[in-house]
Structures are given as C-alpha cells and as structure tokens.
C-alpha cells in the first residue's frame, strides 16, 4: 500500500486482525473481519466502497473506552489513529480544526502550544475526539454544556461516500445531529471545536457528610464553575471538588508529592485494596470506610487539563445517567437506601456532576439543566444487581443513560426521554437507508435505520 500523496502516511486498509478487538474495561470484545487505519479522508472514502461492494458493516472506533458495545463490529472496524493531526488554527476566532482521530491529550497540548483550552474536559483524557465526542463526553459545570457543545463544524464521509461539510450555515441538519451521533450517520473525519483562551483552575477538595452534601449541593454548584462529588458507600462520606478560575500561579505539590498522591495511593494502593475486596467482598465495607477516611483537604493551582483530568489505572465498569439537575440529591439518598437496604457490596464511589442544558438531539442533557450520577464496579465484580438497581431508579426520573456506559435501554425505552428524537431517526434514515453503520449496539438503543421506535 502506496504513501498517501496528500498526508505523506501509510494507509492500512483492509488487514484481517490477528486478535478479537477489546474495550478499556475489558467487558467487550468482537471479531471484526477487517480493520482498516485510513490515513487520508480519500481512504475513507475508498473503504465504504469497498464496504458496500463486500456488503460489509462498518465501524468507526475511538480509543475503546465506551464501556457499551457502542464501538464493536464484527464487520469492518475503522481506527482514526492515523488522522490525529492539527488542519488548521484560527487565533482570531479561537477555533482549532482537527482530524478525528487524535487523542483528547494530543489536543490539550497543541491547545497548549497556542495558548488556549477547552472550556471544559471530562475527567480523563485518553479518548479520541470523535469518540468522545459521539457519546456525549461531558464534564462538570452548571453553565457549561459537554465537549459536543464546542463543536462549530465538521467533516463526514457518509454511507454513499460523500463527503460533507457541516456546520450550521452548510448541512445545517447534519451538524446539528451528527455532534453527538453514536458513529451511526457516517465516519467524521475532522471537527473545529470553538476553544478559550488557555486558563488555570483553582481546585479544592475536601470531604463532607452526605447530609452536608444533600443540604448544600445546588448552592455550591451555583457558587462554583466546577462541581464534581464523590460519595463513598458505607462511610457517610461525600467528598466535593469545587474548581475555579484563577490568576494565581500554578501552585502544585512537588513531583514525589504528586506521584504519591495520584499514582500510589490513587491508583496503585488503591487498585490492591479493590483487588482484596474482590476476593473477600466481606472486607468491602472496611476497605470504602478506610479508603473514604484517608481523603483529606487538598487543594492546587494548574493549567485546566491537569485540573480537570486523572490517570485512571484501576479497571472498572461504569453506569451513568442524566437526569433533571434538581432530582440530584433525591436520587443520591435513594441509591444509598439502595445498597444498604440490598446489603450491596459496592467497591468504587458514586460520582455526582452538572452540565447544562444543549439542543443537540441525542445528548444526554438535551433540553434540560442536568445532573449526571455514575456508578462503578471494579472490572471483574459482579454488577448487574447494582447497576439494574439504579437503573430503575434514574427511570423514576426520565433518565438519560450515557451512551457509552453500561445501561439496559432499548429504543422503545429511549425515544420518549428525547424530545428530538425523530429528528435524528429521519436524518439517519436518509443517510444510511441500508444500515451500513449498524452494530448491535446501535440496533438496540436507536432501533434498524429507517424504522420508527
Ligand atoms: C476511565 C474512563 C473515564 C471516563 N470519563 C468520562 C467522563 O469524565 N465523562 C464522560 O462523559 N465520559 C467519560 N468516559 C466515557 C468515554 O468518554 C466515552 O465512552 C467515549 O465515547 C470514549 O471515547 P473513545 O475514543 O474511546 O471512543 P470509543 O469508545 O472507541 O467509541 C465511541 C463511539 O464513537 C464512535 N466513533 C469513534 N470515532 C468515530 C468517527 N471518526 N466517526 C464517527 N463515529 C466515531 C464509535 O463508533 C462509537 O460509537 C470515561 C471512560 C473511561 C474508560
């Protein structure tokens, strides 16, 4: 395979894969019969012909941390790895156009080389951008939408090999759904996200009583440009980081220091204790307590990405819903009553966060202020009682499940939570009328193309 002339990179279309394709979590896998790292938008193009004439499914893939089967395929699965570059930077309009496939990380740091930031960013940043972008990737803040909400255009090479500019004077239909689309309207090839100037953050954490929390939490969301909570079952022990801008300079603990807190008590020790916990689940409780107890106050000064995203090293399953901002705490004391009143061993903490509301059609927060509350279970522990638990929980409040994150939802379930649902499902039937961009996942939660749910 020849050097792309326009890109100077080597394409990989078509190679069969010597292993079965798994997600960051470990909890999915599929055999694809192909995998293909376009280099070049021509390529894409070139590989949905070769799709379609081999009557082939087609799969665009991030970085493989959906914890749903979202990204899995067993036709042909399309990695973005080799469009990761930067197109083009406006310093006028603080706009970055880059190619879909590079990595949150990668962009943070060509951000950071221009002086400026995302906004805001979820709390890790290992995703590719189209990936994260297409299951509505969020992180925290009351006036602040998730990263979908940055986009201001983008490219899409859709089922009959077109390939569209999109924004919302051109395609305005396409951009406005295909910001967060579940790779079911086409492969996107590249996005112009709207940025700010680079900024630092303030970020002070310290640990509450869940009663304190309930109590308090809308005046602090309100009081605070980020909000993120962490209650810790067993321990009546909430602990809050609240974020902030700030003029003063970056103010961090010294490398050991940091190492030592983020990596050998955050992840290492932390990692052995869940691994314990697993096989004696009786010291489950003891374990959170000591855990919960050990988070002191902390607080720093830093860039916005050092703030805003972690190394997460211990492998978990995550389920995480959207709903309305005020049924926040409700639903918070209702999951505790749910673990103590189950006897639930429950080994990871409960996360709580706001965003606010978008009018992107399958954004978890269309329409509405919203709050996320995530649960975690160690990779490896038994969930499904936890999780379903919850789940009918988050229902009792019209409930958005993250797309990317484990749920039980099917279409039917689904489409009456969004009030721009048809929308999109007439835009996906126009532009992929024969299913090319199906997967299981898809079929599921959207229905077959073309159907009503
Ligand atoms: C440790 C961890 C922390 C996380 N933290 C957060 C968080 O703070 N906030 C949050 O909201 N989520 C969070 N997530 C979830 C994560 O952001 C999403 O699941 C995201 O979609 C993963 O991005 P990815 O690049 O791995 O995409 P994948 O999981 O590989 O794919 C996701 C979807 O993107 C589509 N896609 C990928 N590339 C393209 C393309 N070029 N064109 C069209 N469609 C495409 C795929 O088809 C698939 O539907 C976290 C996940 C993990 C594992």
């Known amino acids: 395979m020849g050097v792309n002339a326009g890109t100077g990179r080597t394409p ?49 893939v991030g970085a493989g941390h959906s914890f749903t089967d979202v990204a899995c395929t067993n036709g042909r699965l399309v990695r973005l790895n080799r469009l990761n570059r930067v197109i083009d930077h406006d310093p006028v309009c603080q706009t970055i156009t880059v190619e879909a496939g590079m990595r949150l990380f990668e962009l943070n740091r060509e951000l950071d080389q221009r002086g400026l930031a995302l ?117 009546d022990v909430c602990t809050l980081k609240r974020a902030n801008r700030t003029d003063e300079p970056i103010q961090v603990r010294p490398p050991f220091k940091q190492w030592r807190g983020d990596m050998l008590f955050g992840n290492y020790i932390y990692g052995t204790l869940v691994d314990i916990g697993r096989i004696r689940s009786s010291l489950v409780p003891r374990i959170m307590r000591w855990v919960a107890g050990g988070i002191g106050r902390s607080w720093k000064v830093d860039q916005s990405p050092n703030v805003f995203c972690a190394r997460r090293l211990v492998p978990f399953v995550e389920m995480e819903y959207a709903i309305p901002r005020d049924a926040l705490t409700d639903a918070l004391l209702r999951v505790r009553e749910l673990v103590e009143r189950g006897h639930l061993t429950v080994d990871m903490p409960v996360e709580l966060r ?100």
Request: glycine share 8%; proline share 6%; aromatic share 10%.
């Open 119 to 235: 906004a805001n960013l979820g709390d890790i940043d290992r995703q590719t951008i189209a990936g994260a972008l297409a299951t509505g990737t969020h992180g925290t803040g009351a006036e602040l939408g998730g990263l979908a909400t940055f986009v201001r255009e983008l490219e899409i090479v859709t089922a009959d090999g077109q390939v569209l500019r999109c924004s919302a004077d051109e395609e305005p239909e396409i951009f406005h759904c295909a910001r967060v689309s579940l790779g079911a309207l086409g492969i996107i090839t590249s996005y112009t996200l709207q940025c700010v100037p680079a900024f630092r953050l303030r970020m002070e954490e310290r640990p509450y009583s869940i009663d304190e929390v309930v109590e308090s939490f809308a005046s602090t969301v309100a009081a605070n440009e980020h909000v993120d909570g962490y209650w810790w079952p067993y321990a």
């Open 354 to 453: 706001v965003a606010a509301a978008d009018d992107i059609p399958l954004s978890m927060a269309n329409g509405r202020a919203t709050a996320y509350l995530a649960v975690h279970a160690s990779a490896g522990r038994p969930y499904a009682q936890y999780f379903r638990g919850v789940e009918e929980i988050m229902d009792s409040y019209g409930g958005r499940p993250h797309w990317g994150k484990i749920h039980f939802q099917t279409a039917a379930t689904l489409a009456p939570r969004y009030p721009q649902w048809e929308r999109f499902r007439t835009l996906r039937a126009k532009l992929d009328p024969e299913g090319r961009f199906v997967n299981a996942y898809t079929e599921r939660v959207l229905g077959p193309p073309g159907a009503a749910s």
């Open 12 to 60: 990989a279309l078509g190679t069969r894969p010597s292993a079965p394709w798994r997600n960051w979590g470990g909890n999915q896998r599929c055999n694809p019969e192909v995998i293909d790292e376009p280099a070049s938008v021509e390529d894409v193009v070139e590989l949905l012909r070769a799709a379609r004439d081999a009557n082939q499914t087609v799969k665009a």
